[in-house]
């Protein structure tokens, strides 16, 4: 298994190169990869080793930061320039709105094609394969945090599962990771997987590859939850496997506030939670140009349980293939629903840039003069909540050490005199939301701002996504 052995390399390498030993890091890296090979071993005892995919692949490369949208392809089709004048008015004069016609891209694939692609292994239903020795713990647990990834990505689950998931514990949170119907070959890896952590959502009506995780595994997940869960949650949050949150914050500031706490007669214990909204998604405002669609960013986004409910079975009537959350923007247009957008600012949710980071220093803090305004750039301050693309490994367990069970540490001080600074230079690019059209944006009858006729902000919120001081 060369993966196995590049993977040990790299850890003793970074062992003996650094000055300082960083023990936990060597030791993750270490325990996951021996239980990697003892899954295998255990799933095919008998048989020699199928091939095995996704393993076998390169490790993926940080994504540059996007392109400025200006370089993007125009849209092909016929999808039309929204003009005012075309728009029919509802009783309120509010605009009736309608996704753009257009063949929507996916990851460069157009879905018109993406949906032709043919299955390479038989959809058999997954026999259930319960938590052999489960942890008893009957705090509520309004939250489910569900984490998105291939069956095969099982290297960056043992990464999850033994830095935020095991330092946020004490959160009331479920931690689950979803993956599709992974194919014969790998049952016995994932079922004996699930047997020692418990944590496997397994969407066994959909085969695992890139075109279906990108459009419609997150509705498909919306609707196991909905027809199978064993437990309503009151929030969801779905996200990718290169976020690093931390869910400590994100319970405190953004889940709490929302939730009414159940107590026991005599006061003394929690025995429940209510979420005190509905229709509220929580997440960081994007738009997207090609599609011409505002939609939070799918690296992170949180939504009610009624929403949970409510997509599945707006897809069963309108059947949208698009990116997965240019998909959930679109099947709320046509079901003309307004939902209460919650926004996580740059500075809350960001997109990591390694080019942000101090000159000199291994660490992912930002340099001076960084730009928290910028949807790229590294770590500053402690309002952080969300970091995107943390794709190597590397990056991942030096953030890693930035937090303790209590959320994020101190920021360390600045060196007193900063190093010469070589590299390339951060290009701190605007937020995307910066880019939403100007008829897009209407005064709901209650007086507040709402976007592409589905995004309500919350009361007070303005364009410039701030809250505004009360008697502006
Ligand atoms: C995984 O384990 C949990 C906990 O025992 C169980 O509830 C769930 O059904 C299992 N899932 C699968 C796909 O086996
Ligand atoms: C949200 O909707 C559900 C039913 O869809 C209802 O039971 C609940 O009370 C509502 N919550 C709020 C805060 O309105």
Redesign the pocket.
């Known amino acids: 298994m060369a993966v196995n052995r590049a993977w040990a390399a790299e850890g003793l390498r970074s062992f003996s190169n650094r000055p300082r030993p960083v023990p936990t890091r060597f030791w993750v890296i270490s325990l996951a990869s021996i239980f990697i090979l003892a899954l295998l071993f255990i799933g095919h005892t008998s048989d020699s080793l199928p091939s095995i995919p996704g393993l076998n692949k390169e490790p993926e490369k940080a994504q540059p930061p996007p392109p400025t949208p200006e370089s993007n392809d125009p849209p092909k089709g016929p999808a039309k320039n929204y003009d005012p004048e075309e728009f029919d008015l509802d009783e309120n004069g509010l605009k009736i709105w309608a996704p753009p016609h257009m063949d929507a891209l996916v990851h460069g694939v157009h879905a018109s094609d993406g949906v032709k692609r043919k299955p390479t292994y038989p959809l058999d239903p997954f026999p259930q394969t319960p938590m052999t020795s489960p942890v008893q713990d009957n705090r509520p647990r309004p939250w489910l945090g569900a984490v998105i990834c291939s069956a095969w990505d099982i290297k960056r689950r043992m990464l999850i599962r033994y830095t935020w998931m095991k330092m946020f514990k004490d959160v009331p949170m479920d931690q689950r990771f979803v993956i599709s119907n992974p194919g014969p070959d790998w049952r016995a890896v994932i079922q004996q997987e699930n047997a020692t952590f418990g944590d496997m959502i397994v969407l066994d009506h959909l085969h695992e590859d890139d075109f279906t995780a990108n459009t419609v595994k997150t509705v498909e997940f919306y609707r196991w939850l909905s027809d199978k869960s064993p437990v309503k949650y009151e929030f969801v949050s779905k996200m990718d496997t290169d976020l690093w949150v931390n869910a400590r914050a994100y319970w405190d500031r953004q889940l709490l506030p929302r939730l009414?706490v159940v107590k026991s007669a005599d006061g003394n214990t929690v025995t429940g939670y209510?979420?005190?909204?509905?229709?509220t998604t929580i997440g960081q405002f994007y738009y997207d140009n090609y599609h011409r669609t505002a939609f939070p960013h799918g690296a992170i986004y949180t939504v009610?349980?009624?929403i949970v409910?409510l997509l599945p079975k707006l897809q069963d009537k309108h059947h949208i293939i698009a990116g997965e959350d240019v998909t959930m923007a679109w099947l709320l247009i046509k079901g003309h629903q307004k939902v209460t957008m919650a926004i996580l600012t740059q500075e809350e949710k960001f997109e990591f840039d390694h080019k942000d980071t101090r000159p000199g220093e291994r660490t992912p803090w930002a340099r001076k003069g960084t730009d928290v305004t910028s949807s790229w750039h590294a770590m500053y301050g402690s309002e952080i909540l969300a970091i995107h693309q943390l794709k190597k490994d590397d990056d991942w367990l030096m953030v890693a050490e930035c937090f303790d069970e209590r959320g994020i540490k101190e920021m360390p001080p600045y060196p007193e005199k900063e190093p010469e600074d070589k590299g390339e230079k951060p290009g701190y690019p605007r937020p995307f939301w910066t880019q939403i059209p100007n008829d897009f944006w209407e005064t709901d009858v209650d007086g507040t701002l709402l976007c592409n006729g589905i995004w309500k902000l919350e009361p007070g919120v303005g364009r410039d996504m701030k809250k505004k001081p009360k008697g502006e």
């Open positions: 009414d209510k979420a005190n909204v509905n229709h009610t349980w009624d409910n």
